[in-house]
Nanobody, 118 residues
């Protein structure tokens, strides 16, 4: 059973920074070949993909976070990170980690709350 555990959320003032972490309970070989992503969802809104990283390290970001957020991965620690800088109140949301597995499978973490005060 794949488990993803997020951490690092919290309350921060606008302009501040946070780093989210997502630790995966899978074998190292599976983690290395899996794409990973961070999503966020606010009340009444659809869950949106914020950033993703392939097994090869290629990254992609939604337009609203480009230049402010950075996704990275540490295969030895089986962990993916989301560095969030210059945070804005509109970044307030629950952030979820996702692992794309084999044969179309997908696994989610439980989410971590990020609140940015103005």
């Amino acid at each position: 059973q794949v488990q993803l555990v997020e951490s690092g959320g919290g309350l921060v003032q606008a302009g501040g920074s946070l780093r989210l972490s997502c630790a995966a309970s899978v074998s190292g070989s599976i983690f290395r070949i899996s794409a990973m992503g961070w999503y966020r969802q606010s009340p009444g809104k659809q869950r949106e993909l914020v950033a993703s990283i392939t097994s090869g390290g290629s990254t992609s970001y939604t337009d609203s976070v480009k230049g402010r957020f950075s996704i990275s991965r540490d295969n030895a620690k089986k962990t993916v990170y989301l560095q969030m800088n210059s945070l804005k109140p509109e970044d307030t949301s629950v952030y979820y980690c996702k692992l794309w597995g084999a044969f179309g499978s997908a696994y989610w973490g439980q989410g971590t709350q990020v609140t940015v005060s103005s």
